[in-house]
């Protein structure tokens, strides 16, 4: 049967995929749109498990923060170009996810996939955009935290960083918070403070530095103390409290904080695009 190209048309408006996709999954439909509709989409599905192996390390970081710095949400998408991650429609879907992260407070990306946008879950709406781009994509990442604190956020030049940091209280100088923000993405912290840390994460850099000490010649019983300098230095290296303020070498973060008159951090999530979470 012929195909028209109003029809063409129509179903392209409908799933976005190109002209000559749209034709062959009419004429495959013997017409029918809905038929055509289910057809693009299993080639989705399909383009989706082709790519599964691919490196999708490419994408965006977006956040969402509440009037009353209550509530925020991040979402990490991503795709395997940057060509890709700075398009118009990948952007505006990015935005579309992170409004139903911040919306249905999904905390989780499997929750995140069976939620609907436009009576389409969005799951389906992925799959839509790999039989469209013909890239592998994926949410790879949300973060959604309700506080009694106030919540800051801060995105990168380029949307490939994000941070939403927590405070303990209400924030009334947001450049001083924003400047703690910006710190977590320069300087990559681990933990708030260091009863945060792992105590594995502390065993192993005691033995490392315990292990270089006995190795430059220091007795074992001289190299447990000398340990524990170096583990001070390896809080004010990873620990964001007591790592040097950026911006003021002289002072630490909590100390900035302080003069400020801005609580100090509770918690804080970074996302950098393609880390695993």
Do not use: W
């Not at 992260?101 to 790999?130: F, G, P, R, W």
């Amino acid at each position: 049967m012929s195909i028209s190209a109003k029809d063409v048309k129509k179903l392209r408006d409908i799933t976005g995929a190109g002209m000559m996709d749209c034709k062959k999954a009419l004429k495959e439909a013997d017409g029918d749109m809905d038929r055509a509709v289910e057809i693009l989409r299993k080639k989705g599905q399909k383009v989706s498990e082709k790519r599964a192996d691919r490196e999708a390390n490419q994408g965006l970081v977006v956040t969402k923060i509440s009037d009353d710095g209550k509530k925020a949400a991040a979402l990490e998408i991503n795709c395997e170009t940057d060509f890709v991650a700075r398009n118009e429609d990948f952007q505006e879907k990015a935005e579309q996810f992170l409004n139903i992260v911040y919306e249905k407070e999904t905390a989780d990306v499997e929750s995140l996939l069976k939620e609907k946008l436009n009576d389409l879950t969005i799951e389906e709406h992925v799959k839509a955009m790999v039989g469209k781009i013909g890239e592998k994509i994926e949410i790879n990442r949300v973060v959604l935290i309700k506080t009694e604190g106030s919540l800051i956020d801060y995105i990168h030049p380029g949307n490939q960083l994000g941070v939403i940091v927590e405070f303990d209280g209400d924030v009334s100088n947001v450049t001083a918070a924003r400047d703690v923000a910006m710190q977590i993405a320069a300087m990559n912290p681990i933990a708030v403070n260091r009863d945060d840390v792992d105590s594995s994460v502390i065993d192993k850099e005691l033995e490392i530095a315990k292990e270089q000490l006995i190795n430059e010649g220091k007795p074992e019983e001289i190299a447990e103390k000398a340990a524990q300098g170096k583990l001070r230095r390896f809080y004010e290296e990873r620990v964001l409290l007591e790592q040097k303020f950026v911006k003021d070498n002289g002072i630490s973060v909590k100390q900035y904080l302080e003069q400020n008159n801005t609580p100090l951090v509770k918690t804080f999530h970074r996302i950098q695009l393609g880390e695993n979470s």
